[in-house]
Structures are given as C-alpha cells and as structure tokens.
C-alpha cells in the first residue's frame, strides 16, 4: 500500500508552463542539438519584447549553439539587460531601427496579444519576416491585414502556436493523411488553468492586455482539433461565463463542420482541469496529454484496445520548430506555408465566439 507522501507524488499535478520549460530544458541539457530541426539556411532574427517567452526562445536557440542578433523593447535597460543574459549583439532605441536595418531577417513578437497588430504592420511593410506568438491577432480582420501586408511585401508570416510545429503533430497528422486511422469524426479537448482574482489587472482578466480564456489558452485546443479535421467548423454553439473585467473565464463550445465531424471544448482560467486532447477516428482514438507542446501522444486501437505509443520531436526544442518552420517556408517550403491557413480557421472561430459572448476589446470599439 502506498504511503501518503507516495500517493501524493503519485497524483502530482502537472507542472506549471514556466515550470514545465524549464524542466523541458534540464533534460536535454547534457544531450547533442539534432542535426534534422534548422535545414533550411539561417536567418539573422531579433526579438521585440523581452518576457517569458522571448527568454524561453532566446534559451531554446542557445541549445542549439545560436544567438538572437537583435531586441527591442518599450524599456531600454530591460531590453538591455535581457540582451547581457541571452549575448543579444544590438539593442535598438527604437522599434523603427530594427525594422530599418538590413541585417535583420526575421523578427519574433512576443509581446501582449492587443500589440500585435501594430508590430506586424511595421515589421511587415519593412520587408521582415515574422514570427508572431499566440494569438497572433485580436480578430480575423487584423489577421487579414496582416497577411495582405506581407503579401504586398513579399515576406512571410506565421503563428507562433506550438501545436502547428511540433513533430508529434506532423506525424501523427502525415498518418492520418495516409489513411491509417479511418475518418476523424470527433475531437474533445479540454484546457484549465488556475489563475487568482486577486490581480484582475494582471494579463489574464485585464481586457486591456487582450486578457481572457480564448486568445491565451483556447487558441491551442482550438488548433489541435483543427490540424485534424477536413474543413473549417462552420456551425458553432457555446455558452461562457464572463470574469468581473468582462473577458471570459470559462468556456464550453461545440463545433461541427460540412463533414460532419465534431469538436467539443471546455476551457477555463478559473478551474484547473488537465490539458487533454482526444482525437476519435473510426478505427482508433489518439489521446495527447499537455498538448502544447506534446512530444509524445497514444494511439489506443478501437478493434482490440492496443495501446501503441508514438514519440515524436522533444519539447524542449518546442520553440526551435517555430524558428525552424518559418526559416523552412522562406526557402519555399510549400507545406509549411499552409500552417497560416489553419491558424485563420482558428481565428476566424475565436472571433465568431467572442463575439457572440460580448467580448470585446478596447481596440475593437
């Protein structure tokens, strides 16, 4: 019989994100980069913004022996520090001289949801490529000015959403292709974190940070579900409960598409639940536990109940892929370029969702 300090260990939860990457990046720490992620030639890339995530991008590339070339931030000596911690070669006073300067490829925003737009539109029209974190915009219609700017422009652009880059996704995705599973009829995913009322001006309820359930965490199950259906969900039904801030907090949506196939989602930045994906096919189902960056997923067999599991890419190098894609796409990578179509669907559906529980954002008035 397991003791109480044995059953508790035993029914830990999952780490954190925070926790969970840095736990990622210990244990790769001792092991070779692989030689298959960066195939395509090198771009010189600089960061805008200096949080979490930048550090995390500027953490995942030192693993694979590289250095960002540039950072621009709001604040100088954050800006200035981060480029001390991550051997950054410039620090720009302005947003305007990185998008000036020539030896800049690609940039990476990683700044708040609501900021986006404004950077794309400047990075863009100065012939950069970008790399755009999660949500890549507020709405479909800043999506569609992004993406006719770098078309004007000739450069490209793409989502930053681990779950359009990780290998896992693409195996298990070039299997289903291939007819392995049967028809995908039904996908149920679910996301829930814990975050306090305590701070509702913090980036989670602050509606003036973009803040709410959908653009943080429901632009992932949203794009899980997506890799695998046929076609956009056209038909959509929900009910939300708002926070006192009015963005929303808790979530449960179904969505159908002309196939017929189903998603059913429930989120919520009140109520943690595990990060779970369900992929029901006629003749398997796939479940993929912490998703968004998922390096590992099951496959159970629906005639005789075998559990085959499938390993795929590691989630430490989670950001890697991103740069890697991008990179990819600009030496014409045809099926890598199609990964901004998916995340249109996925925002064309946050959008409809929003608005249908009257969400809306201070830019959006």
């Given at each position: ?70 950072v621009a931030n709001r604040t100088r000596s954050k800006a200035e520090a981060f480029a001390a911690a991550h051997h950054v070669e ?216 075998r559990v085959e599991e499938v390993s795929a890419g590691e989630e430490a190098y989670a950001l890697c892929y991103e740069i890697a ?41």
């Amino acid at each position: 019989m397991a003791t109480t300090a044995e059953a508790s260990h035993q029914t830990a939860a999952p780490l954190d994100a925070a926790a969970a990457a840095q736990a990622a990046f210990a244990a790769v720490a001792d092991k070779p980069f692989p030689t298959d992620i960066f195939t395509a030639p090198e771009l010189r890339w600089a960061v805008i913004g200096c949080g979490v995530i930048a550090n995390q991008m500027a953490a995942s590339l030192a693993l694979a022996g590289r250095t960002l070339a540039g950072v621009a931030n709001r604040t100088r000596s954050k800006a200035e520090a981060f480029a001390a911690a991550h051997h950054v070669e410039r620090v720009y006073d302005t947003f305007e001289e990185l998008y000036a300067d020539p030896s800049i490829d690609a940039i990476y925003i990683t700044t708040p949801h609501n900021t986006h737009i404004t950077y794309l539109r400047g990075a863009l029209a100065a012939g950069k490529h970008v790399l755009c974190e999660k949500s890549i915009t507020l709405n479909s219609a800043e999506l569609a000015e992004a993406r006719a700017i770098a078309a004007e422009h000739h450069v490209q652009l793409m989502d930053a959403t681990t779950i359009l880059h990780m290998p896992l996704y693409h195996e298990l995705r070039r299997r289903a292709a291939a007819g392995e599973f049967g028809q995908m009829n039904l996908a149920q995913v679910n996301f829930g974190s814990y975050k306090e009322y305590g701070d509702l001006t913090n980036r989670f309820y602050n509606p003036k940070l973009a803040g709410g359930a959908m653009l943080d965490i429901g632009v992932y199950a949203l794009s899980a579900a997506r890799l695998f259906m046929a076609s956009q969900p056209t038909e959509i039904v929900s009910l939300a409960n708002l926070a006192s801030t009015g963005v929303d907090q808790t979530s449960g949506f179904v969505m159908r598409n002309a196939e017929g196939q189903l998603g059913v989602f429930s989120l919520s930045l009140h109520s943690k639940q595990p990060k779970r994906a369900m992929i029901s096919f006629d003749t398997c189902y796939l479940e993929i536990e912490s998703y968004p960056r998922a390096d590992k997923a099951k496959i159970v067999w629906t005639a005789d109940g075998r559990v085959e599991e499938v390993s795929a890419g590691e989630e430490a190098y989670a950001l890697c892929y991103e740069i890697a894609d991008l990179e990819a796409v600009v030496a014409g990578d045809a099926d890598r370029a199609k990964l901004i179509d998916y995340a249109a669907d996925v925002m064309d559906i946050m959008t409809k969702l929003r608005a249908d529980w009257g969400v809306v954002y201070p830019e959006e008035r």
